[in-house]
């Protein structure tokens, strides 16, 4: 089984602009993997930010954005706000499983 | 209001058997390929299966292949998971979630593996 990857935290300063990468044990990361970002508080379920690589729910601050970048995929945060602290989790699709990453905390501060 | 609700979770003796439920309301469930992931205390989010629109079509994480069954009704908007030979690395908070381009997730139901 595939082995996605995760940086295990990262702060950002309010107002300022984050990215947080996934990469794939099997290589590089594309559209086929159909790459999807969740966001999670603590005491809370998980909630869909992106899906579809960089496709928005309509809950989905605008501030929030995915893409792939250097075989990854990855949410850039721009304008971070207090409530953005959360666990990130993404999620890559392969063959006949899904895997998650591992999450990456998020600071805002 | 799109509402995910599962039930079914408790406290189960190593070895036991436990069915959860996943009943949805709010948006169109037999259109929808749906999800179980679970959490275990402190950890992160691990996907374990997911079913296709009308049942036919099954994927399950290596680790719960033979042990944990995925099924769905239709006309009960109601998602299950079965799960045989519990142990005790199976305790976690079992979410079910909707196809990625609906991205809804349910509250979770708590499953404890202990004597």
């Known amino acids: 089984q595939a082995v996605v990857t995760q940086e295990p935290s990262l702060t950002v300063s309010p107002g300022g602009t984050v990215t947080l990468t996934c990469g794939s044990s099997t290589g590089a990361v594309t559209t086929g993997h159909y790459p999807s970002w969740f966001q999670q508080k603590p005491g809370q379920a998980p909630r869909t930010l992106i899906y579809d690589t960089s496709n928005k729910h309509s809950w989905t601050p605008a501030r929030f954005s995915g893409s792939l970048l250097g075989g990854e995929a990855a949410l850039t945060l721009s304008g971070a706000q207090p409530e953005d602290e959360a666990e990130y989790y993404c999620?890559?699709?392969?063959?006949?499983?899904?895997?998650f990453g591992g999450g990456t905390k998020l600071t805002v501060l | 209001e799109v509402q995910l609700v599962e039930s079914g979770g408790g406290l189960v003796q190593p070895g036991g058997s436990l069915r959860l439920s996943c009943t949805a309301s709010?948006?169109?469930?037999?259109?929808?390929?749906m999800h179980w992931v679970r959490q275990a205390p402190g950890r992160g989010l691990v996907w374990l299966s997911r079913i296709n629109t009308d049942g036919s079509s099954v994927d399950y994480a290596d680790f719960v292949k033979g042990r944990f069954t995925v099924s769905r009704d239709n006309a009960k908007n109601t998602l299950y998971l079965l799960m045989n030979s519990l142990r005790a690395e199976d305790t976690a908070v079992y979410y079910c979630?909707?196809?990625?381009?609906?991205?809804?997730w349910g509250q979770g139901t708590l499953v404890t593996v202990s004597s």
């Open positions: 709010g948006f169109s469930f037999s259109s929808s390929w």
């Open positions: 999620l890559l699709s392969y063959t006949s499983a899904r895997v």
């Open positions: 979630a909707s196809s990625r381009g609906t991205g809804y």
